[in-house]
Nanobody, 125 residues
Framework: QVQLVESGGGLGQAGGSLRLSCAAS????????MGWFRQAPGKDREYVAA??????STNYADSVKGRFTISRDKNTMYLQMNGLKPEDTAAYYC????????????????????WGQGTQVTVSS
């Protein structure tokens, strides 16, 4: 069973930067697209970004485009967050698929089989 563990969350200032990591363990060769989601208190889980199996393709939510960068190296995925805003405050979750899809469906949480436990990001103004 694939396990995902996030790290790197914490307190950031508006306009500042944080870098999240997601370490995968287990049968990692079975991992396809990976993604980041976030969930603020009282809100639904929200798609942030996704990256294809070999990192050749990336996709971002409009809310983070131009500020966040997703990358992937062997068994670790990263989310570089620049230009932080207070509205970026949320618990951030990494997720991974165990198969490919005919269409991206990046935003669909049901297409991701494995999930991390989440790491909190808090941005002060």
């Amino acid at each position: 069973q694939v396990q995902l563990v996030e790290s790197g969350g914490g307190l950031g200032q508006a306009g500042g930067s944080l870098r999240l990591s997601c370490a995968a363990s287990g049968p990692t060769n079975s991992i396809y697209t990976m993604g980041w989601f976030r969930q603020a208190p009282g809100k639904d889980r929200e798609y942030v970004a996704a990256i294809s199996k070999f990192g050749s393709s990336t996709n971002y939510a409009d809310s983070v485009k131009g500020r966040f960068t997703i990358s992937r190296d062997k068994n670790t995925m990263y989310l570089q967050m620049n230009g932080l805003k207070p509205e970026d405050t949320a618990a951030y979750y990494c997720a991974a698929r165990d198969r490919s899809y005919s269409r991206p469906y990046y935003e669909s949480t049901s297409t991701y089989k494995y999930w991390g436990q989440g790491t909190q990001v808090t941005v002060s103004s």
